[in-house]
């Protein structure tokens, strides 16, 4: 059964950097377009970043653009998000999820696999 786990969220202040991780198991996802997302209380799931099966190929929120870096290691079947220069409004759970290669990177519907998400808090 395909699963994705993230991991690396916490509490952090304002300022600060943060590794998420996203550990894919019971296939391969090395032909997958990966993608992060995240959900703040109150508010809809939003795209944060995305990436190509080769991973050549970024695309990212302009809210986060020049701040977070997506990546990925297909030998380790894992998928990454650097964070840096955390603001409090990045605070929310963000999730990982992957889908096939078409159709609109930021669309949520284009992924098939989600994980169960991993809180990230930034305090002011």
């Known amino acids: 059964q395909a699963q994705l786990v993230e991991s690396g969220g916490g509490l952090v202040q304002a300022g600060d950097s943060l590794r998420l991780s996203c550990a894919a198991s019971g296939r391969t996802f090395s032909g997958d377009r990966m993608g992060w997302f995240r959900q ?22 302009d809210a986060v653009k020049g701040r977070f870096a997506i990546s ?9 998000l650097q964070m840096n220069s955390l603001k409090p409004e ?19 519907r284009q992924y098939v696999y989600w994980g169960q998400g991993t ?4 305090s002011s």
């Open 40 to 61: 703040a209380p109150g508010k809809e799931r939003e795209f944060v970043a995305a990436i190509s099966p080769s991973g050549r190929s970024t695309n990212y929120a």
């Open 72 to 80: 990925r290691d297909n030998a380790k079947n894992t998928v990454y």
């Open 90 to 108: 990045d605070t929310a759970i963000y999730f990982c999820a992957a889908g096939y290669y078409v159709g609109s990177y930021s669309d949520p």
């Open 119 to 122: 809180q990230v808090t930034v």
